[in-house]
């Protein structure tokens, strides 16, 4: 699967977890409540089903294993609704404090989507990520926000029927942006500095691309960024490629039991060895190509 | 020239002849706006006659209101001393305030004060110099208050902008018509929070801040020759104006009595004004409100406070979730047609020189995928390999002897 399709399922995922957390959370009376209690719920709910859908987009499109399209979709929406609960908090009072209008809702909103996309990527456990998706984020946070307060304000005078459009529109849209934003971050930044892409070349998940952010293993457990099921002689995790200040390096992982796995046909010493573009590597009957672009 | 002169001042003449701005109009002003129980929106408003006098006795069809240009409908109102005050009365007790009797004409000043609160008004009493220190927290109690004045003693700087900014605390359960004043003879030598600081912390709090300034002012050339120290004019007066309260400069203590009992007075006939908003939904906009009372008009605004409002129904959802499913699905469509992706999914067989035949003609080993034998060169069709070749190891792509059950070459056990 290309990156621009899997940039594209990211954002579409992402749009209908924005509209299933405005359809569920909307079901709640929210206007009559306690503002700081209203804005708890939404911002979990946001954060939760945005997170959750944008989780479950490696399992269910790249890697399609339903194990790990499901702990994808619980684990992002555990960590989304805890970030969207303090995002919302804080943009709630950035807003009050900035005295609203245009700039006090942009301000708000960025804050909502900064701590989303920082918890979408602390999710994987990595800090570029976190990285990039607080830079996604903050993005989408800020158009999500711009665009909100602007139609607010055309539709004024149907404020009530508006409002309940606005609400569907602004967290649909912060939801395609965080997982489209996020994921094309994260692709054209790594595309710039660290340029390396791992392409499986046969098997069943053949034309799958994986963009290596910081490390990326290979392996037939679906927790492995290069997924390989279905393969002869492929060890859950058979071998790691990790990003160096020099390059690219990849070594077998200390749990493949020896498996072996050979780079242009020669087997690969157990302390490991420097990758270059174009470096075919076998692992069990499955070919990968490094590519450095 | 002469007659231009002549002009000149006779124009002068006039206007100093001229009757005094005329001020029939009364002037209205909105203190404070309690939107806390949005879409009810409470506004406090005075109206003070052309000499400055409080007017009272207005009826509720004498107001004319509007939100954001809208005429809105009235649900309640207070007037004629019925409104509930929470007034804080902050006090300087820096050392130079035991000068010219300064500290006995604002203590009498605030007793005078408690004296004129009804049973419904409640009072709290601050005193500070480096710090500020809370004498009587809000009460109903008059007598409580009054030893609390009366307890005020001396100490060392002045901090009135810290003490301003603690005095809002106080306010954080109390409701109704509040205010802050706050009086000091000194410049501010000692505060942490600045100036705009603690307005905006009034302000956002709703809580206008009448500030006296007693005294000689710091510019003033006799406090500079004498060393006294005085005053600062212009942060008072900006604290005033950020907060919708007013700047009032008090040369000597015993004018003192006479401004708090006015402005006592002043407030107790503020009238309350309670309405529905005539847009209450949470857009999260800023409101503007205009009072109008026989021909004045006076203002303030709010903030609708929410971010964000989330309220679904079944039919927008469904419209909405339509297109994104297919969105969803549309890249489907588009790759059915292509059956076999772009990359190749041929694996590359590491061994090519693997031996798996021979010429059907002439018997000479011939390589795997070779299409003509390479001794006599007959065309020579090969047969399909299974994948993966029975006789290569499949974790290292040796060949094998047949019947093998160990990899010579990487140890791995073979299924047979």
């Not at chain 2, 009072?291 to 039919?315: I, P, W």
Request: charged share 15%; glycine share 12%.
């Amino acid at each position: 699967m290309s990156k621009r399709l899997q940039i594209y399922y990211n954002a579409v995922f992402g749009a209908i977890g924005g509209l299933l957390a405005w359809f569920v959370v909307g079901l709640f009376p929210t206007a009559n409540w306690n503002l700081w209690i209203a804005t708890t719920l939404v911002g979990a709910g946001a954060g939760l089903f945005i997170g959750g859908a944008v989780g479950m987009v490696d399992g269910v499109v790249i890697k399609r294993s339903a194990r790990r399209a499901l702990i994808g979709a619980a684990l992002g929406g555990l960590a989304g609704a805890i970030s969207g609960v303090a995002g919302l908090l804080i943009g709630q009072l950035a807003f009050i404090a900035s005295g609203g209008g245009l700039v006090g809702r942009t301000l708000g909103w960025t804050m909502l989507g900064l701590f989303l996309g920082i918890g979408e990527g602390l999710v994987e456990r990595k800090m570029k990520r976190a990285a990039y998706g607080a830079v996604g984020g903050a993005l989408a946070g800020f158009i999500g926000g711009l665009i909100y307060e602007v139609l607010t304000q055309v539709f004024l005078k149907d404020s009530g029927a508006a409002q309940i459009f606005l609400g569907a529109l602004g967290l649909v849209l912060i939801g395609a942006s965080l997982g489209g934003i996020t994921a094309a971050a994260t692709e054209f930044i790594a595309r710039v500095i660290d340029k390396g892409v791992l392409v499986v070349k046969s098997g069943s998940r053949a034309g799958n691309e994986a963009r290596i952010v910081e490390r990326a293993r290979l392996g037939s457990y679906d927790g492995c960024e290069v997924y390989l099921p279905g393969g002869q002689g492929v060890a859950r995790e058979h071998a790691i490629v990790l990003k160096r200040p020099d390059g690219f390096l990849i070594t077998p992982a200390p749990t493949a039991g020896g498996a072996p796995t050979l780079v242009n046909q020669r087997l690969i010493p157990p302390s490991g060895q420097k990758l270059n573009d174009g470096d075919t590597i076998a692992v069990g009957n499955i070919n990968v190509v490094f590519q450095a672009r | 020239m002469r007659l231009l002169n002549l002009v000149v001042i006779a124009t002068f003449l006039l206007t100093l002849t001229a009757p005094a701005r005329a001020d029939d109009t009364p002037t209205v002003q909105v203190t404070q706006v309690d939107n806390s129980r949005y879409p009810k929106v409470t506004i406090y408003v005075s109206v003070t006659g052309a000499g400055g006098q409080v007017v009272n006795g207005l009826q509720q069809a004498d107001f004319k209101l509007t939100e954001d240009g809208a005429p809105v409908q009235i649900t309640g109102f207070k007037g004629g001393g019925q409104v509930a005050l929470a007034t804080a009365l902050v006090i300087d007790r820096s050392r130079s305030m035991d000068e010219e009797g300064k500290l006995n004409g604002a203590k009498q000043a605030a007793l005078t004060f408690v004296d004129l609160m009804r049973p419904q008004d409640q009072a709290a009493v601050v005193a500070f110099a480096r710090t500020a220190r809370v004498m009587q927290p809000f009460t109903t109690n008059p007598a409580q208050l009054q030893s609390a004045i009366q307890s005020i003693d001396l100490d060392d700087s002045t901090a009135w902008r810290d003490a301003l900014y603690q005095a809002v605390d106080l306010f954080a359960t109390v409701t109704g018509r509040r205010a802050i004043i706050i009086l000091t003879d000194g410049l501010d030598n000692a505060s942490r929070v600045s100036v705009s600081e603690a307005a905006d912390y009034a302000h956002r709090r709703d809580i206008p801040v009448y500030a006296i300034g007693l005294g000689a002012r710091v510019a003033d050339a006799a406090s500079q020759a004498t060393g006294l120290g005085g005053y600062d004019e212009q942060s008072l007066t900006q604290v005033a104006q950020q907060t919708a309260g007013k700047f009032y400069p008090v040369p000597t203590a015993d004018q003192l009595k006479a401004l708090y009992e006015s402005l006592a007075v002043g407030m107790q006939h503020d009238y309350a004004i309670t309405y529905r908003s005539p847009r209450p939904t949470n857009d999260g906009t800023r409101r503007s409100i205009d009072v109008t009372v026989g021909g004045a008009t006076g203002g303030s605004q709010y903030l609708e406070t929410h971010l964000l409002n989330v309220r679904s129904n079944a039919l927008t959802g469904l419209l909405l979730i339509l297109p994104l499913l297919v969105a969803l699905i549309a890249p489907l469509a588009f790759t059915r047609r292509r059956a076999v992706p772009a990359t190749v999914v041929r694996p590359v067989d590491p061994r090519p020189t693997a031996v798996a035949a021979t010429c059907l003609k002439c018997h000479a080993p011939v390589r795997a995928e070779a299409r003509f034998c390479a001794k006599c060169g007959t065309p020579y069709a090969p047969a399909p390999i299974a994948q993966p070749a029975p006789n290569v190891c499949p974790h290292c792509r040796k060949s094998l002897r047949p019947g093998a059950k160990f990899c010579n070459g990487c140890g791995a056990q073979l299924k047979v």
